[in-house]
């Protein structure tokens, strides 16, 4: 069964950081782009990062850009994002994606998800 799962949410000072996780399971193919969306209350999905799966880019929102770094693990089959000067504004339900082929920062394109992780920042 593929599946993504996130992990690493949580509550945490503006300023301060954390990291997410998503680890992918099942997939056959490597040929796939990890984005990560994310969704506050009242507001609609938005895509903050995004790792291609052909050279290994990696594509950051202005939102996030500066503050959030996208890393992998291929023998954890892994995608790791380190959030840092976290701000109130960034307070979200964080998911996972993949689409099986170029980044994309529309929601729509990506067919697996995880089931996302909260993150909440306290002014």
């Known amino acids: 069964q593929v599946q993504l799962m996130e992990s690493g949410g949580g509550l945490v000072q503006a300023g301060g950081s954390l990291r997410l996780s998503c680890a992918a399971s099942?997939?056959?193919?490597?040929?796939?782009?990890i984005g990560w969306f994310r969704q506050a209350p009242g507001k609609g999905r938005e895509a903050v990062v995004c790792?291609?799966?052909?050279?290994?880019?990696?594509y950051y929102d202005d939102s996030v850009s500066g503050r959030f770094t996208l890393s992998r693990d291929n023998a954890k089959k892994t995608v790791y994002l380190q959030m840092k000067s976290l701000k109130p504004e960034d307070t979200a339900v964080y998911s996972c994606?993949?689409?099986?082929?170029?980044?994309?920062?529309?929601?729509?394109?990506?067919?697996?998800w995880g089931q996302g992780t909260q993150v909440t920042v306290s002014s």
């Open positions: 994606a993949a689409v099986f082929g170029p980044c994309s920062w529309t929601g729509f394109d990506y067919v697996i």
């Open positions: 099942g997939f056959t193919r490597d040929n796939y782009a």
């Open positions: 790792l291609s799966s052909s050279d290994r880019s990696t």
